[in-house]
C-alpha cells in the first residue's frame, strides 16, 4: 500500500518499460534478425521463445505493479498465482502431449 | 442497514465475515474480481493453446501474420506489425490512466479520477475502432487468393514477389466494387501476363507456365476477402481463431468500456466519495488491466510467433 501515495513516478517507470519491450519485439518482428530465425531450439525458432520470454515479462509488469498484486498478501498472491502456474502449463503439456495423434496417417 | 448490521457484530462478538476481518486483507468484492479473472485467464489460455495446436498442425500452409495485416490506415505500401503495435501502445497507454484513476481515488481526489477515468474510456474507444478497422481490412481481403481442391490457398505473384489477383486483372482492390473472378478468367489473364506467376500453400513460386497447369488441374475457386468459411489469406482456420480471440477480446473491451462510463457516472454524482473510498474504481481497474494483459498474449502469439 505505501507506494499508492508515494506519487506517480512508479507508474510511468512501468510505462516506459513496457513501451520499450513493445518497441523491442515490434523492431525484432521487422528485422528478424537471421541468427535468431534460422536456429530451432525446442521445436521452435529461437526468435519465438525471445518473444514468449518478453511477453512474460510484460505480464509480470501488469500484474505486479499496475493490478497491484505484487502489494498483496503472500496468502492471496498464491492463491491467485497458483491455479493460473499450474493448470495453463498443463493445458498446454495435454496438447503437445496427445497432440500427436492427429499427425497419424492413418 | 450497515450501521444496525456493525452495532450488532460489536455487540455479540460473532466473528462473522461480511468483510470487515479480512483474511486476505482484499474485500469481498476485490476477491470475486480476482477469481473471475482466474476463469478467464483460463478461458483464453485454452483459446491460444487451440490456435497453437492448429498452427503447429499446418506449419507449411498456414499464413505469415505479416502477410496479412500489412497496412496501416491513410498510408500506401506495406507496414506490417505498425498497426497493430499502435494498437497495444493505445491499451498500455489507457492502462497507465487507468492506474492514474485508481491512484487518485485512494487519495480522494474526485475531479483527477474524473480526468483520468475519461482518458481511459477514451483509449478504450480508440482501441475498439482500430479493431474495427482490423476487421473491416480482413473481411475485405487485400490480395486475393485462389483456392484449390485440397482446401490450399495459393497467392498470384510476380517473380519471386507477392503480387495479388487485383493486379493480375488490372482491378482496383479499393475501388468499393464488389469483384468477382472465375479461375478461367485468372488463368487466361495469367497466359496474356507471363510476368506473373503463382505462390503455393507452401510458398514455393512457380513459373508462368507450371503456375497455369497447377492451377488447371487444382483450382476449385477466386478467394477475395475472408469470412468463416474460407479466407483469401491461406488455411480457413486461421480466419476462424482471428475472428474468435480477438472478437472475444474485443468484447471484454467493449464490456470494459461499458463499466467503466457507468463507473465513471457514480464518480461523477458523487457515489463514492459519499462511501468513503472509490474501491469501486479499483476492481473496474484490475478488469480493465486484464484486458490489457490479455491483448499482450494475443499481440505475441497472432502477430509476433
Known amino acids: 500500500m505505501a507506494s499508492e501515495t508515494n506519487g506517480n513516478w512508479w507508474i510511468w517507470k512501468v510505462f516506459w518499460i513496457l513501451l520499450f519491450i513493445t518497441a523491442f519485439e515490434v523492431a525484432l518482428g521487422i528485422i528478424k534478425p537471421s541468427f535468431l530465425v534460422d536456429t530451432i531450439f525446442l521445436g521452435t525458432k529461437l526468435i519465438n521463445h525471445v518473444f514468449i520470454i518478453l511477453t512474460i515479462i510484460k505480464a509480470a509488469y501488469i500484474i505486479n505493479q499496475f493490478m497491484h498484486l505484487g502489494h498483496e498478501k503472500v496468502t492471496l498472491k498464491w492463491t491467485i498465482l497458483l491455479p493460473a502456474l499450474i493448470l495453463v502449463p498443463y493445458l498446454l503439456f495435454i496438447l503437445l502431449n496427445e497432440g500427436f495423434y492427429t499427425y497419424l496417417k492413418i | ?305
Open chain 2, 1 to 305: 442497514m450497515d450501521e444496525v448490521l456493525d452495532e450488532a457484530l460489536v455487540k455479540d462478538h460473532k466473528p462473522a465475515w461480511k468483510g470487515g476481518d479480512q483474511p486476505y486483507e482484499a474485500s469481498y468484492g476485490k476477491l470475486m474480481m480476482w477469481f473471475f479473472l482466474i476463469t478467464d485467464t483460463l478461458t483464453f489460455s485454452a483459446f491460444l493453446a487451440a490456435y497453437g495446436f492448429s498452427r503447429f498442425k499446418y506449419p507449411d500452409i498456414w499464413p505469415n501474420p505479416e502477410d496479412v495485416f500489412s497496412h496501416f490506415p491513410f498510408l500506401h505500401g506495406e507496414h506490417p506489425l505498425l498497426f497493430v503495435a499502435l494498437m497495444t501502445f493505445i491499451l498500455i497507454m489507457s492502462s497507465v490512466t487507468m492506474v492514474l484513476a485508481v491512484n487518485y481515488g485512494h487519495k480522494m481526489q474526485k475531479k483527477k479520477v474524473i480526468l483520468w477515468l475519461s482518458l481511459t474510456i477514451v483509449g478504450g474507444a480508440i482501441f475498439l475502432g482500430s479493431q474495427a478497422w482490423e476487421w473491416g481490412h480482413f473481411i475485405h481481403g487485400d490480395k486475393g487468393g485462389i483456392n484449390t481442391k485440397t482446401e490450399h490457398v495459393v497467392h498470384i505473384a510476380e517473380g519471386e514477389k507477392l503480387s495479388s489477383v487485383y493486379a493480375l486483372m488490372g482491378a482496383d482492390g479499393h475501388d468499393g466494387m464488389h469483384h468477382h473472378f472465375t479461375v478461367d478468367q485468372v488463368i487466361t489473364s495469367l497466359e496474356a501476363n507471363p510476368q506473373y506467376n503463382i505462390r503455393t500453400a507452401n510458398r514455393m513460386y512457380l513459373t508462368n507456365e507450371d503456375a497455369i497447369a497447377y492451377l488447371r488441374e487444382n483450382a476449385s475457386e477466386v478467394l477475395l476477402g475472408a469470412n468463416l468459411k474460407n479466407n483469401e489469406y491461406g488455411h480457413p482456420l486461421f480466419a476462424d481463431y482471428f475472428f474468435f480471440i480477438t472478437g472475444f477480446h474485443g468484447f471484454h473491451v467493449f464490456s470494459g468500456v461499458i463499466l467503466l462510463i457507468i463507473i465513471l457516472i457514480n464518480v461523477i454524482k458523487g457515489t463514492y466519495e459519499r462511501r468513503g473510498h472509490y474501491e469501486m474504481v479499483e476492481k473496474v481497474g484490475l478488469y480493465w488491466h486484464f484486458v490489457d494483459l490479455v491483448w499482450v498474449f494475443v499481440f505475441t502469439f497472432f502477430y509476433l510467433v
